[in-house]
């Protein structure tokens, strides 16, 4: 188990362009959330995902965002046409069935994003 | 709407004194309740949790935190801080049957030498 890993870890990009930040889950784990975290605030979340199915998602997230979890493993999460607005701290995080009443979530590092 | 508040943006306390992070929640429901810490350049990490069985929740590292429904508050507290005790802390609420975890805004918790 080597907990949830998210890549890249920093990510500088001009506004306008498009980026996509990736999560690898523990392997065990069915459920994965995404959450962002501006600064001085606490994470919000974002959407999260059964397996491949994407069961949730917040009005954060809008037209420009999406993600991805193909085969139930990795996720992906895309952003289009970064706006400034967009610079933030992207937290994956991944859990088993059961939910977190049951287990708890781990949460991943981060990947910090910064739009110039 | 339904949300946890903290009530300190900020905590200063001595190494070796008890420590008292503060946290009320809005719920109509019985809610789910979290801790969780943050340190600098590192992953969140669960403390504990109150999942509507026992009021009083022991965590890791000696935290423990006490569901008060009539004070609806859940405050974190340890015996005697210490030094690696120097984080962000964050109150988090779940409504039942949902997945997604709402944030306080969290508390800076300051260890003085």
């Known amino acids: 188990d080597t907990g949830v890993s998210q890549n890249p870890r920093h990510k500088i990009t001009k506004r306008g362009q498009n980026v996509t930040f990736r999560c690898d889950p523990i392997?065990?784990?069915?459920?994965l959330y995404w959450y962002r975290q501006t600064l001085g605030q606490g994470p919000e979340f974002l959407t999260y995902f059964q397996n491949e199915a994407q069961l949730e998602k917040s009005r954060l997230l809008s037209d420009r965002f999406s993600a991805e979890r193909p085969k139930g493993s990795f996720s992906t999460l895309e952003i289009q046409r970064t706006e400034q607005g967009d610079s933030a701290m992207y937290l994956c995080a991944s859990g088993a069935t059961g939910g977190i009443s049951s287990y708890g979530y781990t949460f991943g590092s981060g990947t910090r994003l910064t739009v110039v | 709407a339904q949300s946890v508040t903290q009530l300190d943006s900020h905590v200063s306390v001595s190494e070796g004194t008890p420590v008292l992070l503060r946290c009320n929640y809005s719920?109509?429901?019985?809610?789910?309740l979290f801790w969780y810490v943050q340190h600098p350049n590192k992953g969140l990490q669960l403390l504990l949790k109150?999942?509507?069985?026992?009021?009083l929740v022991k965590g890791i590292n000696g935290f423990e935190a006490e569901f008060k429904k009539s004070e609806t508050s859940f405050h974190l507290t340890k015996p005697s801080a210490h030094m690696s005790d120097a984080a962000e802390y964050f109150c988090?609420?779940?409504?039942?049957?949902?997945?997604?975890?709402?944030f306080g805004t969290g508390t800076r918790l300051t260890i003085i030498p």
């Open positions: 392997s065990e784990h069915n459920r």
């Open positions: 109150y999942t509507s069985a026992a009021t």
């Open positions: 988090v609420f779940r409504n039942f049957g949902n997945e997604k975890l709402t």
């Open positions: 719920s109509s429901y019985s809610p789910s």
